[in-house]
């Protein structure tokens, strides 16, 4: 399969929405918003693309001119956690197990060892995303802790959410 990384930039704020609505739709146990809470506008994405490219690294792969997946890292602005970020990562479906979501990382953690103030990369993933927690293990992030039952996805039916970090 071919895919491209690269710098995600204002233009493709419609596109990301686009590629969020498919990812919230196929798995939608996965990730802490909801389809009908993501409701960004156009103005409101890119805003979005502008504050991560200021304070981190935003990212996506691109495969056909179409956005498949996408990685977002955002720097700490306190005092006492300037020295780490946390990201958030999405692939479609169809993409997955193409290797889409272990170049987002890479390219992720090749820029982070080059900016000498981080120290670590942080992400949260819920329990039953079994997938994911492959992948980041497989990359060098350890569990850190877990907070219980913190996401509800029905009546009665919780998953846990896993810190997991990296440290560079």
């Keep these: 399969m071919d895919f491209t990384i690269r710098n995600a930039t204002e233009q ?12 919230l739709t196929e798995n939608p146990d996965y990730l802490g918003t909801t389809l009908d809470e993501f409701t960004p506008t156009v103005e409101e ?3 979005w693309i502008r504050k991560h490219s200021e304070q981190g690294l935003m990212l996506v792969a691109e495969s056909n001119h179409v956005i498949i997946g996408m990685l977002q890292f ?3 602005q306190s005092k006492r956690f300037c020295h780490k970020g ?3 990562i999405t692939v479609q479906e169809a993409y997955t197990n193409h290797g889409v979501g272990s170049a987002l990382l890479k390219t992720l953690i090749v820029w982070a060892k080059k900016e000498e103030r ?3 990369i942080t992400l949260e993933v819920f329990s039953n995303n079994e997938r994911a927690i492959g992948l980041y293990s497989k990359l060098g992030f350890v569990e850190e802790g877990r907070m219980k039952k913190n996401a509800k ?6 998953v846990d959410d896993i810190i997991m970090s990296l440290f560079l």
């Design 12 to 23: 493709d704020a419609e596109n990301i929405i686009i590629h969020m609505k498919k990812v």
């Design 45 to 47: 994405e890119r805003e």
């Design 74 to 76: 955002r720097l700490s």
């Design 86 to 88: 946390s990201l958030g």
């Design 118 to 120: 981080i120290e670590k």
């Design 153 to 158: 996805l029905g009546p009665d039916h919780y």
